[in-house]
């Protein structure tokens, strides 16, 4: 029975108590980025992410739902996605599932996956390539997930993040809105190799500057393109920038500061025209 005056447990799905170990588990995953990185895995919070997340080919350790999300419209598919988890995906009451939360508004869902990889090689093999953003040491996990919100939106093949902030933890994925789940998000520590593989596979190697470049609007940029940005204080380093074909800027009134990682990127990327409908 549920609490009185409190809202119903969520029908087909078994309940888990709030003492029980699944409970202590996804609390502790949430609260300790050491500790999904030690056993590789994810945990990711909310409606959106959810359902890409159900409806992809990740597998899913544990799902944990609260009343909460039965007031949302997408509800019965998602119930319906987790019913045929079985006994992976348990319920908890509201009260439960906040003190697992670190959402200040949670939709009440949650889900723990294992830490999915993709292969560069796999990517380039898959489409022809396009367009790849490139973020390098950028450390802001919300930088990062709106990078890959972008980079989809741009029709990019792949985000590729050398160093910086983790793709996956919970503020990178929620900033991606959906989008870190649908868009290969490639991981690697090795900026030289992994410039060079695009630079054989076709693209052109373009960075971004404040300064000393020619303006983004003079520059051929509807071509094949691997497109870097650097970090949000440093930029890209000089030994990254003699890798790249062409370095280009957004032109701006004196005096103001330069935009930030994602905003740069935005305006770069939806510069160039859109590919033709298949």
Not at 69 to 82: R, T
Not at 162 to 172: E, L, N, V
Not at 243 to 271: C, R
Request: charged share 20%.
């Amino acid at each position: 029975m549920s609490p009185i005056g409190g809202p119903a447990p969520l029908s087909g799905i078994q309940q888990a108590g709030r003492h029980s170990a699944l409970v202590r588990d996804a609390r502790k995953l949430v609260r300790s980025a050491a500790e999904r990185r030690r056993r590789r895995v994810v945990v990711v919070e909310g409606v959106s992410v959810a359902r890409e997340i159900l409806r992809g080919p990740f597998q899913v350790l544990h799902a944990l739902a609260s009343p909460r999300l039965a007031a949302h419209p997408e509800a019965p598919d998602l119930l319906d996605a987790l019913e045929r988890l079985g006994n992976r995906a348990r319920g908890v009451d509201d009260r439960t599932f906040s003190s697992i939360s670190d959402v200040e508004s949670s939709q009440g869902i949650l889900l723990i996956i294992n830490r999915p990889r993709w292969d560069l090689e796999v990517v380039l093999a898959s489409t022809p390539a396009q367009l790849v953003l490139v973020a390098h040491g950028v450390q802001d996990p919300g930088n990062v997930g709106a990078l890959a919100r972008i980079a989809e939106g741009a029709w990019a093949t792949a985000l590729i993040c050398i160093g910086g902030a983790d793709p996956w933890s919970p503020k990178a994925v929620r900033a991606s809105a959906g989008s870190i789940p649908r868009l290969p998000v490639v991981e690697s520590k090795h900026a030289p190799a992994i410039l060079r593989r695009l630079a054989a596979a076709g693209l052109r190697l373009v960075g971004t500057t404040p300064h000393d470049a020619p303006s983004y609007r003079d520059a051929e940029l509807d071509g094949p393109m691997a497109f870097i940005v650097g970090s949000e204080g440093d930029g890209l380093p000089r030994r990254i920038e003699q890798l790249l074909d062409l370095m280009v800027s957004i032109p701006m009134k004196e005096g103001v500061e330069s935009l930030n990682v994602a905003s740069a990127a935005a305006v770069i990327l939806f510069h160039r025209r859109p590919p033709e409908p298949a």
